[in-house]
């Protein structure tokens, strides 16, 4: 039964037309977005700004399901609901960021490892209690001329098989992602190696530790060019690459790729997601998991101003309704 409610909500998540909203900014990370815009960062205005995403019309014809922060899933609207009802009463899937966070990884100058397993069990109870029915835990690898090591890439693997084994137990449906950054002077093709390592990583991982493929999905970045690099990959490259790194390492039996946007700019995002769903079919849905590229010209338009809620939910809804239609492989069409 719980088995078939898994794969139901994979399914779900990644169903036409639609995909994620990541809006699971750690309190850190998002009070640099609103320092960005000058706007102070408490537990009012992060309520205030992520109730405007929620409750903005047509939400649900784009969104499946959205990543919160645990701040946000024990949080309740204006109106008196918790924000996981105001999403579920829509159809919207609530999830929850399970991670800890990337700290430094020790005897790897440099690197990470994302940590967060002592008392995952309990905290996914908690968390489905709360009416969370999909997780993410992000692991960070970053591309140097000395990075990353294989230690690395295998001690964040691990550590994701380790979660997303333990919300399979709690029949939550484990999001992994296993970011390459962007930032760098790294060539697409040093992404591409970096990748495919990982992901090969990744995956022997879930497999030895028994993770159910047809219940998760994968969040993934793109294969693209260092934010740095002199020589910027075009987007057909950029598809292209990405398709072809996943054949070689995402078994098919995975219902879902949700890409991260990373820093890409909106346009950047949506575009290359588009070129990838007009390559033709895949074995897995590829859909969007979007923080940024989502949220980026809302935000700005939002500006903290009660006043500009409403053109701020139109920004918010024009970017979804652009990464749907890519989704779609229907962007610009
Ligand atoms: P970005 O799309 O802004 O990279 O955020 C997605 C995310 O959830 C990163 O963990």
Redo the contacts with the bound molecule.
Sequence with gaps: MTEFEMEDIAAALVAPSKGIL?A??STGTIKKRFDSINVESTEESRRDYREMLFTAEGVSDYISGV?LYDETLRQKAKDGRPLAEVLSSQGIIPGI?VDMGAKPLAGAEGELVTEGLDGLRERLAEYYELGARFA?W?AVISISDSAPSQYCIEANAHALARYAALCQEANIVPIV?P?VLMDGDHTIDDCYAVTETALKAVFDELYKQRVVLEQMLL?PNMVISGTTCPEQADAEEVAHKTVYCFEQTVPAAVPGIV??????SEAQ?TEHLNIMNELGSHPWELS????????ASALTTWAGKEENVAAAQQAFIHRCKLTSAARDGEYGT
């Design positions: 990541a699971d900014e990543i960021k993410k992000r992602e970011e969040k890409f991260l946007s990373g820093g890409q995002a969007y998991s979007f923080g940024r590229a989502l949220q």
